[in-house]
């Protein structure tokens, strides 16, 4: 089961930012907070990741609470392509794994973003 | 950035036979890959991890003779729907994973209809 909760659909404007928030309250200390978009009929796109620090990368912007409960994943300019499913994912980080099925990524329903002009 | 091709991206069949999906990851090496489904206006759902030469472990309620994985490589993993029924109809993605950092890399995907 996944381990995260998002709300199922947000809409935002383009030009603004776009903030989709995840709660993970059972996130455990080696678990990281990843965030994934789908777009309609195509596989997830890798967006951010992060462990316990603040991270940006020049698709998004990924904050994380000070006890790990929750994060932000922050879309600085919404553009009308990014309209699409936003997954929040916790899981060991892939090189901390180990193991054979360890480390796989469980998806939770996601939110749905709507970007409209 | 790592590069995930999946093949057909789409594929009909008839009710009884069987298809095949590849998964290629097309400038690195990965040691394990993922099987998803997904039908339509739901979620991703993993099917199976397969580890390149040794058996896929597969999640409780997927049949591992009617799904078959092969990851004969590290670059090839295929999935095969064997006897594939109109049910079996659904959104296929396979997920490779390396050690560079990033860690999942996810293919385009194949859409199975079974007729």
């Known amino acids: 089961d996944a381990k995260t909760t998002q709300p199922p659909s947000m809409d935002c404007a383009e030009g603004r930012a776009a903030n989709l928030p995840c709660n993970h309250s059972?996130?455990?200390?080696?678990?990281?907070v990843y965030w994934y978009r789908q777009i309609h009929s195509q596989g997830p796109q890798y967006i951010i990741h992060?462990?316990?620090n603040n991270e940006t990368n020049e698709m998004a912007s990924l904050i994380i609470t000070e006890d790990r409960k929750s994060s932000t994943l922050i879309l600085p300019h919404a553009t009308l392509r990014d309209t699409a499913v936003y997954y929040c994912i916790v899981s060991p980080h892939p090189s901390n794994a180990g193991g054979t099925s360890y480390g796989k990524l469980t998806f939770g329903q996601g939110t749905i973003l709507t970007v409209h002009p | 950035g790592a590069v995930v091709s999946q093949h057909p991206s789409r594929v009909i069949c008839k009710s009884g036979t069987s298809v095949k999906i590849e998964c290629r990851s097309l400038d690195f090496q990965a040691t394990t890959m993922f099987w998803y489904r997904q039908f339509p206006k739901q979620s991703l759902m993993l099917m199976a991890t397969s580890n390149e030469g040794s058996k896929a472990t597969y999640e409780q309620g997927v049949e591992k003779d009617k799904f078959l994985i092969n990851h004969a490589s590290l670059t090839l993993s295929t999935l095969t729907v064997t006897s594939a029924h109109p049910e079996d109809s659904s959104f296929y993605i396979c997920s490779a994973r390396d050690a560079s950092g990033y860690g999942y890399t996810f293919g385009s995907g194949t859409r199975l209809t079974v007729v």
């Open positions: 059972t996130i455990s200390g080696n678990e990281y």
């Open positions: 992060g462990l316990k």
